[in-house]
Structures are given as structure tokens and as C-alpha cells.
């Protein structure tokens, strides 16, 4: 049982590049979620799932495209990277019922040049 | 949206000292997380608390959902206490995020 699995852990992109962030958890989650963290700002939702084929935006996801082919898998896409997508992201997960609530990633710590 | 306001910001502590860091929130909600952020990054979910108390060694966390708060209690703190504690709400499948307090414990 590996929890939640985020690939990359680091990277680095070139302005204009574009790049997909892995999410996959083995724990049958319904619920799955991507936030972003930058210094001073906590955690801000960019995209979630409340289950395949369902997805919705948060609190900051311009820039940023999402789909849920399967439970297990939610990839965060960023189309043309801009050097204001800089900052470390983690995916999340919860059951449907909220027994445990959210169990979070290592995260992926993205520069943009 | 909902807000979720930490307090204090910064918290500088004695190794084996005790602190309370606090959670207000301005909504009814689902769900409240303490985590605890290391200085690798990690985050730790520490407890799920949606209301009532709950105890885990030298942590414990109240929630009292009609008043909108919830505690962190840590007691005999110790250097690796370190790090950012985050709380974090959930209402209509949202996670909300405070922007967390950060503890200092030293030696």
C-alpha cells in the first residue's frame, strides 16, 4: 500500500513548455484533489475529483487542466508554463466517507524559468 | 469562500514547554485537519477532527464546531515539533487551508 504517489518530485521548465504532474493512489479514494503551496500562502486548491470522469475547479486554476479517467489516477496538466506556476505541488486523497480525511503526497517541487 | 485564520503565526518554544495553537473558521464545515508540515515538505495528517477531542501522545486537538474553532495542544515539546502546522477545512468537497503557524522548538 503506497499511499499517494506524485511523479516528479522535482523539475524544471522553460516559459512556454509544457508538462504533466502524476497523481495515482492505490487506496480506492473517490475523492482526489491538487493543490499548490507558495511561501506565505498555505495551500490553495487548483483542481479536485470527486470521482472518474467528474472534475472541478478550486480557488486557482487558470493555467492548469485536470481529467479522472480512473479512480486511481488524477494528472495535472500545465499547458504552456509561466514562471508564476513556480512553486511546489501536492496531490490528496480521502475516501467518500471521511473516516481518515485527506492523505496527502510528497509533492513535486516545479521551477519555471 | 470560506476562511480559516491560524493563530499565533509564530510560536518560539523551550524544549519541553507546552503550547496551543488555534483554528477559527468563519462556515460550517465537513471535515478539519491538523497537519504538520517537516522541514523536508512532508505534510503529516495529524488528526482528522470534524468536531469533539481527540489525544494522540503529547498532541491533542479539540474541535467545537458551533463556535467555528478548533485547538492544538502540544505538550513537552520537543525540537522535532518543528515545522509549520497547517488546519484545514472542508465544506462542498473543498479543502480550505489556514496559512499555518510556525513552531520553533529549541533545544
Known amino acids: 500500500n503506497a499511499g499517494v504517489t506524485q511523479t516528479p518530485k522535482f523539475q524544471v521548465l522553460k516559459t512556454g513548455q509544457s508538462m504533466t504532474l502524476q497523481c495515482a493512489q492505490d487506496?480506492?479514494?473517490?475523492?482526489m484533489s491538487w493543490y499548490r503551496q507558495d511561501p506565505g500562502m498555505g495551500l490553495r486548491l487548483i483542481h479536485y475529483s470527486v470521482g472518474a470522469g467528474i472534475t472541478d475547479q478550486g480557488e486557482v486554476p487558470n493555467g492548469y487542466n485536470v481529467s479522472r479517467s480512473t479512480t486511481e489516477d488524477f494528472p495535472l496538466r500545465l499547458l504552456s508554463a509561466a514562471p508564476s506556476q513556480t512553486s511546489v505541488y501536492f496531490c490528496?486523497?480521502?475516501?467518500?466517507?471521511?473516516?481518515?480525511?485527506?492523505?496527502f503526497g510528497s509533492g513535486t517541487r516545479l521551477t519555471v524559468v | 469562500g470560506i476562511q480559516v485564520e491560524q493563530s499565533p503565526p509564530d510560536l518560539i518554544l523551550q524544549e519541553g514547554a507546552n503550547s496551543t495553537l488555534r483554528c477559527n473558521f468563519s462556515?460550517?464545515?465537513?471535515?478539519l485537519q491538523w497537519f504538520h508540515q517537516n522541514p523536508w515538505g512532508q505534510l503529516i495528517n495529524l488528526f482528522y477532527i470534524p468536531s469533539g477531542t481527540k489525544q494522540n501522545g503529547r498532541l491533542s486537538a479539540t474541535t467545537v464546531a458551533t463556535e467555528r474553532y478548533s485547538l492544538l495542544y502540544i505538550s513537552s515539546s520537543q525540537t522535532t515539533d518543528s515545522g509549520v502546522y497547517f488546519c484545514a477545512v472542508e465544506a462542498n468537497s473543498k479543502l480550505t487551508f489556514g496559512k499555518g503557524i510556525t513552531l520553533s522548538v529549541r533545544p
Open positions: 462556515d460550517s464545515v465537513n471535515n
Open positions: 490528496a486523497s480521502r475516501m467518500r466517507y471521511r473516516v481518515y480525511g485527506y492523505t
Open positions: 487506496m480506492n479514494h473517490e475523492y
